[in-house]
Every structure is written in structure tokens, then in C-alpha cells.
């Protein structure tokens, strides 16, 4: 199952906030599909999860990389997401230093499942994790989706090829 746009799903995610003391300024706050896909062009990857190794050493890095050039070609925001809770999210992009990717937790993988990219990876004690994606989302619209090969329940490895940052450039620079 892939959807022809983004799927409506609520994202609860940490913000800071300035007026909350204390060594914690962070509050909760609900993100709706809407909020970020509705009347904006937005690539989106989707992986297995933080701090795994293609993940923190490729995927993520790759993305951060070439995020100016992304917005030179009229993209409003780049987004990754993982089913990974808001906390998790935030410490990864804290310790590889993104500054520029939008970290967006499905902590409960609803809209990895609702994608159609959800999967059992407890063979390795992950649990149910997203597949290996990216997307090119245009007000709601997923125009152009570039998933691993072979997705599959208990998959051994998901390989990081087609959704890599590179592939996702050059598409939106009508090379792809």
C-alpha cells in the first residue's frame, strides 16, 4: 500500500520554548500532517531508526549535506522521520550536529504503517521499524516515492541505494 498523498496522522514532537524554565525548556506539541506537508513542496526520508549505523553514518548525514541545495530548487523543507520517539530524535540530531533537517518522530509508526513501510524488524530487537524511503511531497501530493527494493517482514538489512539523498537531487533536478 502507498498512498497517493501523505497520510493524515498527528506527530507529537518537542519544541523549545523559552518561557518554560528550568534545564528542560521543552514543551509538547501535536504536528499535524497538514502542518507540514499542506501548500509546501517537502522531500521526506524515512529510515530505521536513530543512531543505527547506515542511518547515523549515511542517510541522515547525506540529507543535512545537501539540504541548500534542496531549498535552491524550491524545496520548502526537508524532513526525516523514523519510529523513533520525539526524545530519541532530538539526541540523535544532537550528536551528529543537524541543524538543517527537520527531525520528525513516529514514535508509534503510524504513518510508517499508514505509508505502507512499516515493518517487523525484532529479529534483531528493533521491533516494528520503517523501511527505507524518500519522497517528494507537493501540498499533500506524493509525486515521486523512491523506496529500497524487496521490502519485506524481517528483512536481514535494508539497503540505503534509491533513497539516498543524492537520488532524491537529481530527480528534482529532472535528472532522475
Keep these: 500500500m502507498n498512498p497517493q498523498t501523505v497520510p493524515a496522522v498527528t506527530f507529537h514532537t518537542r519544541v523549545r520554548n523559552p518561557e518554560v524554565p528550568g534545564d528542560n525548556p521543552f514543551e509538547w506539541r501535536d504536528v499535524s500532517s497538514d502542518d507540514i506537508f499542506a501548500g509546501k513542496r517537502v522531500v521526506v526520508f524515512g529510515l530505521p531508526g536513530a543512531f543505527t549505523p547506515a542511518c547515523s553514518d549515511s542517510h541522515l548525514p547525506g540529507y543535512e549535506r545537501l539540504h541548500d541545495d534542496f531549498i535552491a530548487e524550491g524545496i520548502d523543507q526537508v524532513v526525516c522521520t523514523a519510529v523513533n520517539d520525539a526524545f530519541v530524535m532530538f539526541q540523535w540530531a544532537k550528536a551528529l550536529g543537524v541543524e538543517k533537517v527537520t527531525m ?15 515493518v517487523d524488524r525484532s529479529n534483531q530487537g528493533m521491533g516494528m521499524r520503517s523501511w527505507r524511503y524518500s519522497m517528494l511531497v507537493e501540498d499533500r501530493e506524493i509525486t ?14 535494508i539497503p540505503m541505494n534509491r533513497s539516498a539523498a543524492e537520488v532524491m537531487l537529481e530527480h528534482i533536478r529532472g535528472g532522475a
Excluded: K, T
Excluded at 520528525?104 to 512499516?118: S, T, W
Excluded at 515521486?144 to 538489512?157: L, V
Design 104 to 118: 520528525l518522530p513516529d514514535g508509534n509508526g503510524v504513518f510508517a504503517r499508514r505509508m505502507g513501510m512499516l
Design 144 to 157: 515521486q516515492i523512491f523506496a529500497e527494493p524487496d521490502i519485506c517482514e524481517i528483512p536481514a538489512s
